[in-house]
C-alpha cells in the first residue's frame, strides 16, 4: 500500500528524481540488499513464523526498486517445488519505479520447518534475483483413514509411500517416520527391509502390532566423512507383514551437501541460466542437446561436489569442477532422450541442489 501511495504522489517527477526520492523515504534497507545491479530489495528472505496447514495458501510481498538504466521487463521465475510461486503485479518496470513481487506458499501436505524459495529471470533469460521464505508449519489434524491413506494389506495401512528426508551433510545423519496401523482383530508382525544392500539407510521397527495399535518405522540416512558421498541417495525398502512381502514399498531419498553453516558473506553463489532448457534436435544421430551456463556471483570458489542425471546422459560438468568468482562456464547436454533433468549438488549454502530441466519441443 506504502508502494502505491509514494509512486502515485510522484507520478509525474523526472524518474531519476523519483528513484533518489524512494533512496531517502523507504529506508537504508531498501538499498542495503542487492541481488541484482538492476533490483533493489527491502529484503530478499523472510520467516512467515508458525502457520498452520489448515488455513491454506500464504502470501507474502517483497517490495523493490529498478535500479537498472532502462525498462525491466520480468520474464519466468523457476520455484523449489509446486507448492510455491511468484505473482507480479506488473510485467514491466521503468527506471526508479517501486513495485511488488507476491510469493505464495501453499503449506499443504507439509509439516515442521521448512525452506523454499523463486529464482526471478528477466524477459531475456538473465536471472535477478532468489526470494525465499521459511515456516514452522502446524499439521492438520486429520482422521484416521484420512492419515493412513496407503494400504500395504487388507488390514494394515500406513501414513506414507514415499519419504524426502531432505539433505544431510558429510558425516552427518536424517531421520524421519512413518506410521503403520492394524485394523484387524489379532495381532501382525510386520518387517521394514530394503530391497537393496545400502551403506547408508537403516529402518527401526521390526516386531508385532495389536489390534488397532500403531507404531512407527523410522528411516535413518547416516552418511561417512567421505567426498565420495555427496550426492542423491535413493532406496527401496519393502514391507513385509507376517513374513510375506507386500506389494506396498516406501522409497526413500536425502541428499548429502557440505555442512550449511553461517559463513559471513564470503560464500559462493550460483546461478544457473536459463533453468528450463530448450531441446535441439541433432539430424544425423537423433539425439537431443541444449545448453545452460553456471556462473558464481560470490566471493569464494563454488565447488561441484555431485552431478546426478540419468543414465546415457552426456554433459561436459564433473563432479571436482570449480569455478572461481567472477567466473561462468556453458555447459553442454545430450541424450536420446527429448526430455530430462540434470541436479547439481555444490557447496553453495543458499542453494546446494539446483535442477536444471531439458524439454524438447516439436515446432
Excluded: W
Excluded at 37 to 50: E, H, K, N, T, Y
Excluded at 217 to 243: A, S
Aim: glycine share 8%; net charge neutral; hydrophobic share 35%.
Amino acid at each position: 500500500m506504502f508502494a502505491v501511495t509514494f509512486y502515485s504522489m510522484f507520478v509525474n517527477v523526472d524518474k531519476t528524481v523519483y528513484c533518489l526520492l524512494a533512496c531517502i523515504f523507504l529506508c537504508p534497507v531498501l538499498y542495503g540488499q542487492s541481488n541484482s545491479s538492476s533490483l533493489r530489495f527491502d529484503a530478499i528472505s523472510r520467516d512467515l513464523g508458525s502457520i498452520k496447514e489448515a488455513d491454506g495458501s500464504v502470501f507474502q510481498t517483497f517490495t523493490f526498486v529498478n535500479t537498472s538504466a532502462g525498462q525491466l521487463t520480468f520474464g519466468r521465475n523457476s520455484p523449489s517445488c509446486s507448492c510455491v510461486n511468484a505473482i507480479f503485479t506488473r510485467e514491466s518496470f521503468g527506471r526508479g519505479e517501486m513495485g511488488e513481487i507476491i510469493i505464495r506458499f501453499n503449506p499443504t501436505g507439509e509439516a515442521g520447518k521448512v525452506y523454499r524459495y523463486v529464482d526471478i529471470y528477466s524477459s531475456e533469460g538473465n536471472f535477478l534475483v532468489k526470494l525465499s521464505i521459511t515456516a514452522n508449519v502446524i499439521p492438520e489434524e486429520r482422521s484416521v483413514d484420512e492419515q493412513f491413506k496407503f494400504r500395504i494389506t487388507d488390514n494394515v495401512y500406513a501414513t506414507s509411500d514415499h519419504l524426502n528426508l531432505g539433505y544431510t551433510p558429510l558425516g552427518g545423519s536424517v531421520s524421519k517416520k512413518i506410521s503403520v496401523i492394524n485394523t484387524s482383530s489379532g495381532s501382525v508382525k510386520v518387517i521394514a527391509r530394503p530391497r537393496a544392500a545400502s551403506s547408508f539407510l537403516s529402518t527401526d521397527h521390526s516386531g508385532s502390532i495389536a489390534p488397532g495399535e500403531t507404531v512407527n518405522i523410522e528411516f535413518t540416512y547416516e552418511i561417512p566423512e567421505d567426498p565420495d558421498n555427496y550426492g542423491i541417495k535413493k532406496d527401496i525398502v519393502d514391507i513385509l507383514v507376517d513374513g510375506v512381502r507386500t506389494p506396498f514399498a516406501v522409497n526413500t531419498s536425502c541428499i548429502c551437501t557440505d555442512h550449511i553453516r553461517d559463513r559471513g558473506s564470503v560464500v559462493p553463489d550460483l546461478v544457473v541460466s536459463p533453468s528450463l532448457v530448450s531441446l535441439k534436435r541433432k539430424l544425423l544421430t537423433r539425439s537431443f542437446e541444449g545448453h545452460f551456463t553456471i556462473g558464481n556471483r560470490g566471493s569464494a570458489d563454488l565447488h561441484v561436489r555431485a552431478v546426478e542425471t540419468e543414465a546415457g546422459i552426456q554433459i561436459n560438468i564433473n563432479k571436482g569442477n570449480v569455478i572461481h568468482p567472477g567466473e561462468s562456464k556453458e555447459i553442454k547436454a545430450g541424450s536420446l532422450k527429448n526430455a530430462f533433468s540434470v541436479f547439481l549438488i555444490t557447496n553453495d549454502p543458499a542453494r546446494p541442489v539446483k535442477e536444471i530441466r531439458f524439454n524438447y519441443k516439436d515446432n
